[in-house]
């Protein structure tokens, strides 16, 4: 296997593990925020749970990253690419107001969509439009194959990450951010994707420091996330956000170590999930609503109930997303 095939191999693989963490982590959702209905051991096992999904958004943006940044800019190419993603955007807003009007008897108005997404898990879209606009500029910036430049960026971004962390504790709001390291994590994530990947070889970092900081990272999540719940008396969730350094570091060393993998041999069942990622992504609340409805969350048992959801959950999106690539004449998506 090449070198070039050996690592859209890994991405691969990077994206199915995020699609199934962010399957996995809004049903982990769904029970942290029925806290303090729900039993307590359900509750402790859904906040870990929660802590190891975290990474699956972070890792999106890099996977996008990793393949975007290495191409020659392309200015038409670029544009279609950002048209595309916008048009997908206001398209599956249209399809969840009418969802959301027809089974949920919830309004939306229309000219609201780009201040308060339809779904929150919306939000991604937007900042993809967003990112992808500015391609370009992305691609210029890297272009010099400056691996100085670039560990200055990586160090930067979570310092400045740490730093904002700190001052967030403290509830110390931060009115004038720093420009590109401060105001966008995610344009971060997406860079650090290609930087990872570019000088993989070049990066001796002990994959077993990088699988410690994994666990010390979600754990101080976990600890912080259980402390101000069990604290406050309501489900607290500002420690996980994707701005934290915690849980920056686990996505950026996830990432790592899939990058540092050799011979992953390409799987038939894999592949099918990587085709239908994106529908997957879009699909599953559709079904997560379902449930939702009809089931009162603080009577089931995390342990029973969320493996349980989640083959449900993914059987029915997979099998979904497929028939709407195949209604589209795309049939070979599986």
Same mark, same amino acid.
């Given at each position: 296997?090449?070198?070039?095939?050996?690592?859209?191999?890994?991405?691969?693989?990077?994206? #199915? =593990?995020?699609?199934? *963490?962010?399957? @996995?982590?809004?049903?982990?959702?769904?029970?942290?925020?029925?806290?303090?209905?729900?039993?307590?051991?359900?509750?402790? &096992?859904?906040?870990?749970?929660?802590?190891?999904? +975290?990474?699956?958004?972070?890792?999106?943006?890099?996977?996008? &990253?990793?393949?975007? !940044?290495?191409?020659?800019?392309?200015?038409?190419?670029?544009?279609?690419?950002?048209?595309? *993603?916008?048009?997908?955007? #206001? @398209?599956?807003?249209?399809?969840?107001?009418?969802?959301?009007?027809?089974?949920?008897?919830?309004?939306?108005?229309?000219?609201? *969509? =780009?201040?308060?997404?339809? +779904?929150?898990?919306?939000?991604?879209?937007?900042?993809?439009?967003?990112?992808?606009?500015?391609?370009?500029?992305?691609?210029?910036? #890297?272009?010099?194959?400056?691996?100085?430049l670039m560990r200055y960026f990586s160090i930067a971004f979570l310092v400045i990450l740490a730093i904002s962390f700190v001052l967030r504790f403290f509830?110390?709001?931060?009115?004038?951010?720093?420009?590109?390291? &401060?105001?966008?994590?995610?344009?971060?994530?997406?860079?650090?994707?290609?930087?990872?990947?570019?000088?993989?070889?070049?990066?001796?970092?002990?994959?077993w420091i990088s699988v410690a900081a994994i666990f010390v990272c979600m754990a101080v999540t976990d600890f912080l996330t259980l402390f101000?719940?069990?604290?406050?008396?309501?489900?607290?969730?500002?420690?996980? &956000?994707? /701005?934290?350094?915690?849980?920056?570091?686990?996505?950026?060393?996830?990432?790592? !170590?899939?990058?540092?993998?050799?011979?992953?041999?390409? @799987? +038939?069942? *894999?592949?099918?999930? /990587?085709?239908? /990622?994106?529908?997957?992504?879009?699909?599953?609340? $559709?079904?997560?609503?379902?449930?939702?409805?009809?089931?009162?969350? /603080?009577?089931?048992? $995390?342990?029973?109930?969320?493996?349980?959801?989640?083959?449900?959950?993914?059987?029915?999106?997979? @099998?979904?997303?497929?028939?709407?690539? %195949?209604? %589209?004449?795309?049939?070979?998506?599986?």
């Amino acid at each position: 296997m090449s070198k070039k095939s050996n690592i859209d191999q890994r991405l691969e693989y990077l994206r #199915v =593990f995020s699609c199934l *963490m962010v399957i @996995l982590g809004h049903i982990a959702n769904w029970f942290m925020r029925a806290y303090p209905d729900i039993e307590m051991s359900s509750y402790v &096992g859904a906040v870990l749970l929660n802590g190891v999904c +975290r990474v699956s958004v972070p890792l999106f943006f890099m996977i996008s &990253g990793a393949l975007l !940044l290495e191409q020659r800019t392309d200015y038409k190419k670029n544009t279609k690419r950002t048209l595309n *993603m916008l048009s997908k955007t #206001v @398209l599956w807003t249209a399809i969840y107001i009418v969802w959301d009007f027809l089974y949920l008897g919830d309004e939306y108005i229309f000219r609201d *969509m =780009f201040a308060t997404p339809v +779904r929150v898990h919306f939000w991604f879209l937007f900042v993809m439009v967003g990112i992808y606009a500015t391609v370009p500029l992305w691609q210029k910036l #890297v272009s010099g194959d400056s691996q100085e430049l670039m560990r200055y960026f990586s160090i930067a971004f979570l310092v400045i990450l740490a730093i904002s962390f700190v001052l967030r504790f403290f509830r110390m709001e931060v009115t004038y951010e720093i420009p590109l390291l &401060g105001s966008s994590c995610y344009a971060c994530y997406f860079i650090m994707g290609y930087v990872i990947r570019h000088y993989i070889d070049r990066i001796r970092i002990n994959k077993w420091i990088s699988v410690a900081a994994i666990f010390v990272c979600m754990a101080v999540t976990d600890f912080l996330t259980l402390f101000f719940t069990f604290k406050t008396g309501v489900h607290y969730e500002a420690f996980s &956000g994707f /701005s934290s350094v915690f849980v920056a570091i686990p996505s950026l060393s996830v990432f790592y !170590l899939f990058m540092k993998m050799k011979d992953l041999k390409p @799987l +038939r069942w *894999m592949t099918v999930i /990587s085709a239908n /990622s994106f529908g997957i992504y879009m699909i599953h609340v $559709f079904f997560l609503d379902i449930l939702q409805e009809n089931i009162n969350i /603080s009577k089931v048992n $995390f342990y029973i109930g969320a493996p349980i959801f989640f083959i449900i959950l993914l059987s029915l999106s997979i @099998l979904s997303s497929w028939l709407y690539e %195949k209604a %589209k004449g795309k049939s070979d998506a599986i």
